[in-house]
């Protein structure tokens, strides 16, 4: 059996890979915390005999890599922002577009809406964790939990730069 987490290759007959702390059999990691017990209470029990929950690690470490394991992987990370960069270059000039030539409304909504696709494009790699997905192939697998991240993300992401773009040209 091989670590999913490290590659190190183990016998059939181990379960945890001890440096990484992680299950082999089904690739999550091990909870770390420990609690102190009381005079003959043995390890996992009450103090009745009844099994204790474990308590799980939910730092904000461990959420961010649950959710958006791609900002881990610096490859990944520098590409999203490069993408999110150029995405916001575009939406600056598609609203300024708007705003100072008359008639350009059709040209402006395609910039914004083609910064949006790479917006969201970027934000989609930061998810998944791997640059080579595109964003069709990301949007299927997702669960709800990743819809709401990402719609939330890219109306602030709008709201934000239509907002600077706002407070540029009015002065």
């Given amino acids: ?10 016998p ?5 890979c001890v440096p990484c702390g992680v299950d082999i059999t089904n690739g999550k990691k091990l909870s ?48 999203s922002l490069i993408l999110a960069g150029i995405a916001a270059l575009l939406t600056y000039f598609g609203v300024t577009l708007l705003l ?4 350009a409304g059709r040209a402006a909504s395609i910039v914004c809406g083609i910064a949006l696709l790479l917006y969201c494009q970027a934000f989609a790699w930061l998810q998944v964790g791997d640059a ?11 669960n709800l939990i990743q819809w709401f991240f990402l ?20 002065r």
Avoid: H, N, Q
């Avoid at 059939?12 to 945890?16: A, P, V």
């Fill in 132 to 142: 080579g997905v595109l964003l069709p192939k990301a949007l299927a697998d997702y």
């Fill in 32 to 79: 770390t915390e420990t609690t102190a017990l009381s005079s003959g209470e043995k390890s996992g029990e009450g103090t009745r005999g009844e099994r204790r929950p474990v308590k799980t690690d939910w730092s904000l470490r461990m959420f961010v890599k649950m959710f958006f394991p791609g900002i881990f992987k610096r490859s990944v990370l520098i590409t």
């Fill in 1 to 10: 059996m091989r670590c999913p987490e490290c590659g190190m290759d183990y």
């Fill in 151 to 170: 719609v939330v993300s890219t109306l602030l992401f709008v709201f934000v730069l239509c907002y600077i773009v706002v407070l540029t040209r009015t």
């Fill in 100 to 103: 100072l030539v008359p008639g």
């Fill in 12 to 16: 059939e007959t181990k379960k945890i």
